[in-house]
């Protein structure tokens, strides 16, 4: 009976601290997806003005922004529940 205990309590604890690393790798996707707004903004700089077709930086950032917005709930532990979802665009050129 003790050996089950233990056997539990050592389950308990490796899902926890499992969720904790979930938690701890999904933050670092979050704080990587804010790091790309410099990146994006010497891309969107140097970008031909003139060329017929142009990427749309404004779409990507919208999409990055839903992304890490969502990230970051499973982060914080949001409540599940009804919600509405917005789809991501994924055209980004015109």
Not at 12 to 30: K, P, Q, V, Y
Not at 42 to 58: C, L, N
Not at 69 to 91: S, T
Request: net charge negative; proline share 5%; glycine share 6%.
């Amino acid at each position: 009976m003790t050996r089950m205990i233990c056997l539990v309590i050592g389950l308990s604890l490796a899902a926890e601290a499992s969720a904790d690393s979930e938690r701890e790798h999904l933050a670092r996707l979050a704080h990587e997806i804010e790091l790309l707004t410099p990146l994006i903004d010497a891309a969107e700089a140097s970008a031909d003005k003139t060329a017929r077709i142009q990427f749309r930086y404004d779409r990507l950032r919208y999409d990055l922004a839903l992304i890490r917005m969502g990230i970051l709930e499973q982060v914080q532990g949001a409540p599940p529940g009804p919600r509405q979802v917005e789809p991501l665009r994924g055209d980004y050129r015109r």
